[in-house]
């Protein structure tokens, strides 16, 4: 045993002695040759660089003798540690709004870029908006929409032809919008900002509809090939309709996101969460605001699962705008946008997608913890985090 010590406490004193700083000397007319040969006996400083343009050497330094150095080149123009650079990140640009930042969605793309390039922004995966329609013509949404599946009233549409699926409302184009806004400097940001989107128009202009309409959009969109579903709608009551739908979706692997609801009354005892939400194959989303702090019309109960960014969320709008909305349909679209930046970043890497119950441990494990201690019925395991679900998916 104490051989074993011993051998590790060496490793650590290497370790210590052998570190080196890189440092920069400016020099008037001739370089520092003699002083720097007098420094350098015993062969530990190392000359990386002569830009002889500006006058300059780049050295590196064992860091017990930067002091010595610096005493031997007081007439030198300068002496400096040369200085880090890094490229700006992905967050850094002006369209990125506090809640994308909130969730951690710009350490994805800053840290995953470099290697599983546009997989980091969600590309690759398409996503279901299940809505009141999405504007497919909006700068930030504009070739994004890739299919159109209508089912309001008796009606139903599945196509290309976008039109079919326009929003008169703006519920869903703000969802949309929360998901897939282009990261490009200009008005906002998505939270998976190359994913695909299939607008599924279940809700009427008004922005209401049917347990079935929006049962048939379920079903049809997976049949499309969507395998994520994002709703940002529910009811107060149960459905076998709505209840068989959802259940067939889980069953072919879709994951579903739903809103927990704005039937919140702050009292930890009664649940208020809705449905689709309610059921436990779906992804129960509650809102938080920019101090994490829950808003009293979020939805609480045992079926909450995370949180998300849901008060006075900027986002897409209709007619090529922007507008601020709040909800837990806010929300909803925020972790939605994780489930398509993990999805995306496992098939860049080789890896299948996970299943519905795989995406549920790994959202729910990797949410950080911001009510009282573990689960809460207010944000259920706590906030969802891109990165440290991204990282968990992929080490799966």
Request: aromatic content about 8%; proline content about 4%.
């Amino acid at each position: 045993m104490s051989s074993k010590v011993v051998v590790l406490v060496a490793i650590v004193l290497l370790v210590v002695f052998a570190h080196a700083a890189r440092i920069v000397v400016g020099y008037v007319d001739a370089p520092p040759t003699k002083e720097l040969a007098e420094l350098n006996k015993t062969g530990e400083v190392k000359m990386l660089k002569h830009l002889k343009e500006i006058k300059a050497v780049v050295l590196n330094v064992p860091d017990h003798k930067v002091k010595e150095l610096k005493d031997k080149l007081k007439n030198a123009r300068y002496v400096e540690e040369d200085g880090v650079a890094r490229a700006v990140g992905f967050g850094d640009y002006a369209d990125v709004q506090w809640n994308v930042k909130m969730v951690n969605a710009p350490l994805v793309w800053d840290n995953y870029f470099t290697t599983l390039r546009d997989a980091a922004f969600g590309y690759g995966v398409t996503v279901a908006v299940l809505d009141t329609g999405i504007d497919y013509k909006h700068p930030e949404l504009y070739g994004k929409v890739v299919y159109c599946i209508y089912t309001v009233g008796t009606r139903l549409y599945k196509g290309t032809d976008l039109r079919n699926c326009a929003d008169r409302n703006g519920h869903g184009t703000h969802v949309a919008g929360i998901i897939a806004a282009s990261l490009d400097n200009t008005g906002v940001a998505g939270v998976a900002p190359k994913v695909r989107l299939m607008a599924v128009k279940v809700l009427s202009d008004s922005g209401s509809g049917y347990y079935s309409d929006i049962a048939e959009g379920i079903i049809e969109s997976v049949k499309a090939g969507a395998k994520i579903l994002s709703m940002s709608l529910g009811g107060s009551a149960d459905s076998s309709v709505l209840r068989d739908a959802s259940y067939w979706a889980y069953q072919q692997g879709a994951v579903q996101v739903a809103a927990a609801g704005n039937s919140g009354d702050g009292n930890p005892a009664t649940d208020n969460v809705a449905y689709p939400a309610r059921y436990s194959w779906v992804i129960a989303v509650a809102a938080v605001d920019q101090n994490y702090a829950t808003p009293t019309w979020s939805s609480d109960g045992p079926e909450v699962d995370v949180a998300a960014p849901g008060v006075n969320i900027l986002s897409t709008y209709p007619g090529g705008r922007y507008a601020y909305m709040s909800g837990t349909s806010m929300a909803t679209p925020h972790v939605t946008g994780v489930v398509a930046l993990i999805q995306a970043l496992r098939l860049a890497a080789g890896k299948p997608m996970l299943t519905p119950d795989e995406v549920y441990q790994v959202i729910t494990s990797t949410a950080r913890d911001i009510g009282p201690p573990g689960f809460d019925v207010f944000t259920g395991y706590g906030l969802v985090d891109a990165y440290a679900a991204a990282t968990a998916a992929l080490s799966r």
